[in-house]
């Protein structure tokens, strides 16, 4: 018996994110009173596939194949079914991110598996098997039994801290027979804002909506990010206007995230733009009207003009970083 | 080429949701029922393939798995533009179960490409498009932020992390659409809605696949402490109080 992650790698490297996954895992064993397996994909060195050790991972099982270097749901699906049935997973675990929704769902049939999407805590029961997850987009949240032998959960950003449980885990190489005619997806071309720090990876987000008026005024959104090490975000309009990239588009039609902090300025807080922060830790919004509805969501609010307001809180960060 | 547009039946965003039977079950009354906000954007981007004659799409159909009380929301579906449409008979309990019903739509015609949208707005699954690939046993793309039909072959973008990718894959196909498919939603003329009344709506019998998990129970987010204010003129404050007592900078 077996827990098993699938331990995604970004150019041969692990995130904070695979080791929430190994962190919640090892609890998710623990629970059960079994054992923590990983699965690796890709060209990942030895040394950082016992990263995972840290967190609780007992054994990984690693596969590389030239066919494999871009995502094919449909061949990273058969090869995670494998090795699941191999391991015997009672529990396998994923990232609620584009590679584990476009991976679960198809695990989920492939091996007849009650699949909870988005959960966001450890299971509240095991007998029966219950997850808790977020439904209508954040205003509320759902006890989902799963009621299969194979139980899969795709895990929310940000929702489990790290543990540390280091072991030295066993590293198997697993082979795969593939042909080409296996591996449907073929890529033609790749673009990417090198560099940048992901929406989706950052721990603080400054995020400006209408009320920044126009592209020209996010100087200072851009440099309090550069100095509190942040992602930039922004409302819809904002993007629809391109003051802003599209990438950078938070809510229910944008990017969902979960930062520790997220900063809202000049947002005036729909339930649409709340669908895609709320779960963030703290919520600062700045804005001129008292009665935005953001306030409602935030912990910590400036009522003033974000014109006026910014400047401060670049000096004030300045400062403490200078001490 | 046909396209398919799975499309779900959800509570408009702004509805204030509650739950009854001791928060086991959605509270139905006075919600006003829309087409899931992706599947519209998929329908459009589907729309503006079939006007585009140099794609070669014939036809565009839309499926849903639901209760006849759905039809209005399928109805507007065809008022857009969609040429007919196919509803499986049944109350779905999970995403597994909705998959497998689509499956039976899709074995049942000729399809080229079925959408579906990235998540549906009730229930957050971000399931169906992908178990409905598996079921079809066809290839699924993810994440499609545009689509594109160029001398009978597909060209889809995928935004992966930290960008994007042009990809192919051979049809049928599973496309799972998200922003930037359609910039605005097509809306129905009133030319389009007297149409609607006379096309097809086709009722399929559900098949008989079991659901694989159940949901038990609703909880309302926990209520967030109130909003601490601070002073614009001393702006500053609010770094310190985000680096000493929330600890998060
Ligand atoms: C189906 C659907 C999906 C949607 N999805 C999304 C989504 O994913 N993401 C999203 O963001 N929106 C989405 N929307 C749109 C959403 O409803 C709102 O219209 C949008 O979020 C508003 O953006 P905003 O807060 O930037 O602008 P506004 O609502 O115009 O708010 C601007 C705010 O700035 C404040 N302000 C003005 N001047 C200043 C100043 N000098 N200093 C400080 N504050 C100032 C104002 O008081 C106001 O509160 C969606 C809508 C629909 C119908
Ligand atoms: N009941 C349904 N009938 C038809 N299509 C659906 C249904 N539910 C979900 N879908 C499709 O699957 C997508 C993702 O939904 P979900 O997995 O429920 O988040 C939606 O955008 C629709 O395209």
């Known amino acids: 018996m077996s827990v098993i992650i699938y331990a995604e790698n970004w150019d041969g490297k692990f995130k904070k994110l695979t080791f929430e996954l190994a962190s919640y895992g090892a609890k998710v064993a623990e629970m059960l009173g079994t054992s923590l397996v990983a699965v690796s994909i890709g060209k990942v060195e030895e040394s950082e596939l016992k990263e995972l050790g840290k967190y609780g991972v007992q054994k990984v099982v690693a596969t590389d194949h030239e066919l494999l270097r871009p995502l094919d749901s449909k061949a990273y699906t058969s090869l995670i079914a494998q090795v699941a049935q191999k391991e015997d997973a009672k529990v396998i675990v994923m990232a609620s991110n584009n590679a584990g929704k476009s991976i679960a769902p198809r695990l989920s049939v492939k091996m007849k598996a009650a699949l909870g999407s988005g959960v966001n805590k450890l299971p509240l029961s095991t007998e029966p098997f219950v997850v808790s997850k977020k439904v209508f987009s954040g205003n509320a949240f759902a006890h989902l039994s799963l009621n299969t032998e194979v139980k899969i959960i795709t895990l929310m950003q940000n929702s489990f801290d790290l543990v540390a449980k280091p072991v030295e885990p066993e590293i198997e190489q697993f082979s795969v027979k593939l042909d080409a005619a296996d591996v449907k997806t073929q890529v033609k071309e790749v673009q990417k804002h090198d560099g940048k720090m992901l929406l989706t990876d950052a721990e603080i987000v400054i995020s400006g909506g209408r009320g920044m008026k126009s592209a020209e005024n996010w100087q200072p959104i851009l440099e309090l990010a550069e100095l509190l090490n942040a992602a930039t975000a922004c409302s819809r309009p904002v993007s629809d206007e391109g003051w802003r990239p599209h990438e950078e588009h938070t809510g229910q039609t944008g990017k969902i995230i979960a930062p520790n902090l997220y900063f809202a300025i000049g947002i005036s807080g729909a339930t649409q733009h709340l669908a895609g922060v709320s779960s963030s830790k703290y919520i600062v919004a700045i804005n001129s009207d008292k009665s935005a509805p953001i306030f409602e969501a935030a912990q910590y609010g400036i009522v003033g003009d974000a014109m006026k307001v910014l400047p401060k809180l670049v000096e004030a960060v300045k400062e403490i970083k200078t001490k | ?249």
């Open chain 2, 1 to 249: 080429m046909n396209i398919l547009v799975c499309i779900s039946n959800v509570p408009d965003t702004t509805t204030k949701v509650k739950f009854t039977d001791n928060h086991t079950r959605l509270d139905t009354a006075g919600i006003q029922w829309v087409i899931n906000p992706w599947d519209e954007l998929s329908l459009t981007r589907a729309l503006e393939l079939k006007d585009d004659a140099s794609t070669g799409v014939k036809q565009v159909s839309v499926a849903h798995v639901g209760p006849a009380s759905a039809e209005p929301t399928i109805r507007k579906a065809l008022a857009i533009g969609a040429d007919s449409a196919y509803r499986v008979n049944m109350e779905p309990a999970d995403s597994y179960q909705v998959a497998a019903a689509l499956a039976e739509v899709v074995k049942a015609g000729q399809f080229d490409i079925i959408l579906c949208g990235i998540e549906s707005s009730d229930y957050n699954g971000s399931n169906v498009g992908s178990m409905l690939a598996e079921f079809l046993d066809l290839p699924s793309v993810s994440a499609i932020s545009n689509l594109k039909v160029e001398g009978g072959h597909l060209s889809i973008t995928r935004e992966i992390d930290g960008g994007k990718e042009v990809v192919t894959v051979p049809s049928p196909f599973v496309g799972i659409v998200q922003k930037g498919i359609a910039k605005e939603p097509r809306i129905a003329a009133m030319r389009g809605i007297m149409m609607a009344r006379s096309k097809p709506i086709t009722v399929v019998e559900a098949p008989d696949a079991e659901a694989l998990s159940s949901f038990v129970a609703y909880e309302p987010p926990q209520p967030r402490a109130a909003c601490k204010f601070i002073d614009p003129d001393n702006a500053g404050q609010l770094i310190e109080l985000l680096q000493n007592e929330a600890k998060v900078i």
